[in-house]
């Protein structure tokens, strides 16, 4: 069983489509949150999510949109760009259902898109927050999203330090030797000075994860936020992988 890894797709259709198209064949899709906001096209995104077997968690993005988390705490371009999905959302009540932690134990696995202790808001950026991460959590693995930068996060079974690394690209991981916080990057705005779409691939026999990085048409998403008026700052970060 392969399973495709996505978080913060963004309403990015263009660097969404490369992703999955890049990934070749896989049975599922698991979802990290942040569907929505950003990006000029929310609905293909959710339409083009739902054709798959599919697990999607909500991202603090996806439930500002329909008006279950406060706007208060969010930057006034991302404010902006939940306005402009809001007046165009055609399936607000699919947003409305989506978990923000969901745990599989069949697998070992729990899946949230900030952190387990806060899924809607922690960023996890250090093994302080790692740790807190393992700690709430009765799954050896955890995988998030939401800072948009890929990472792993590794307690060695028999020791408690947490060391951060690289998610090296192309370069497998066994999911089965240490605990691991894992964020597969960002699908729609990378932040990690790298501008292609970032995801991973599980695959749940060999318990492998591999990242992965693919071009997409940037200009194409940068058009069509330039037609729909989004703000500046958020067209030109996409050329910049911040
Ligand atoms: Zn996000």
Redesign the pocket.
Known sequence: MRILVIS?V?ANLAALDAVIRDAGKFDRVWCLG?VV?YGPQPNECIERLRAFDLVCLA?N?DLAVVDKLSLDDFSPDARDAIYWTRERLATPEWLETLPTLVVLAEHGITLVHGSPRDPVWEYVVSPFEARLCLESIATPICLN??T?IPIVFRQPTYGSGIVKEQLAVDSPIRLTLDRLVVNPG?VG?PRDDDVRAAYALIDLNAMTLIHRRVQYDISATQKLMKQAKLPDRLIRRLRLGE
Request: glycine share 28%; net charge negative.
């Open positions: 913060d963004h942040d906001g991202g993005h999203g939401h948009h960002s705005q």
